[in-house]
């Protein structure tokens, strides 16, 4: 075992079940099941994946809306069991995977901050002394005690970033999370970002940025209906997925 790699991914597969046919609603599942004619099929939304990142090297996963790049994310942060394969990850893991997820809409960005710090493992007395740092980062000001619903995409988006980076993690997951903010906070977090790597965080950045990904990852992975369609470096890998 190789103590210098946060991810061994040995020929990674995982399937969902769905429905043969497509089903109209309730009552139609229920007309169908009665009927018996329901058949289920299994769709690989990832297949064969394998490959290992070394501590504080970044990967930029590319690729075409549906070809498992947010899925490969879930299974790296244990959210999803592979149905095949392996997979070995090292260190704490902070995700960033879905916007927002682990914020509750009816709390303000204050009480979220709390309970997403909570959620990645912190005590509140830890959280209370990143407090500050968090909110000037995510340049919410009074609105940070507004509830979460009534933020834009940008917003959550803001807080979401800035709670999960407000430690040093060992490993970053970023799913998109820069698609939704504006142009200054999209170059606050890549430096942000960029700050850590050097400073020996391990990065899996998905994103449909080429230019992104070349900024920010050494290596690149592009993915094509859940398999490695090419992987090397950020920017032959990003040169490539652009020119297809
Ligand atoms: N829970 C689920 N149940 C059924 N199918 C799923 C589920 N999650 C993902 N899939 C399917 O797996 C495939 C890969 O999805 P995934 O979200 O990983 O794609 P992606 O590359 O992240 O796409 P995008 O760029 O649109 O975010 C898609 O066809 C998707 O419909």
């Given at each position: 075992m190789n103590q210098n790699l946060a991810i061994q991914a040995e020929n990674l597969g995982i399937y969902f079940r769905m429905p043969s046919e497509p089903i109209s609603g309730t009552k139609d599942l229920f007309v169908q099941a009665v009927?018996?004619?329901?058949?289920?099929?299994?769709?690989?939304?990832?297949?064969?994946?394998?490959?290992?990142?070394?501590?504080?090297?970044?990967?930029?996963?590319?690729?075409?809306?549906?070809?498992?790049?947010?899925?490969?994310?879930?299974?790296?942060?244990?959210?999803?069991?592979?149905?095949?394969?392996r997979i070995i990850v090292r260190g704490n893991v902070f995700p960033m995977l879905e916007l927002g997820a682990g914020f509750v809409p009816d709390l303000t960005g204050h009480e979220n901050i709390y309970l997403y710090g909570n959620i990645l493992g912190l005590t509140n007395a830890e959280v209370g002394k990143l407090y500050d740092e968090i909110v000037d980062f995510s340049e919410l000001g009074d609105f940070?005690?507004?509830?979460?619903?009534?933020?834009?995409?940008?917003?959550?988006?803001?807080?979401?970033?800035?709670?999960?980076?407000?430690?040093?993690p060992d490993l970053l997951l970023a799913d998109e999370i820069l698609s939704v903010g504006d142009a200054p906070f999209q170059e606050k977090c890549i430096h942000r970002m960029m700050h850590y790597l050097s400073h020996g965080t391990t990065i899996v950045f998905v994103s449909h940025s080429?230019?992104?990904?070349?900024k920010i990852c050494s290596r690149g992975m592009w993915l094509e209906h859940g398999t490695v369609k090419m992987s090397g470096s950020a920017e032959e890998v990003a040169d490539a997925y652009k020119a297809q």
């Open positions: 009927k018996r004619k329901i058949k289920i099929n299994q769709f690989w939304a990832l297949r064969h994946v394998s490959f290992e990142l070394k501590r504080g090297e970044s990967i930029g996963i590319m690729g075409r809306n549906g070809a498992g790049k947010s899925t490969l994310l879930k299974v790296i942060a244990r959210v999803l069991t592979p149905k095949e394969g940070i005690y507004a509830p979460l619903r009534s933020y834009s995409s940008g917003m959550v988006a803001r807080l979401a970033f800035a709670t999960a980076t407000a430690v040093q080429t230019d992104t990904v070349k």
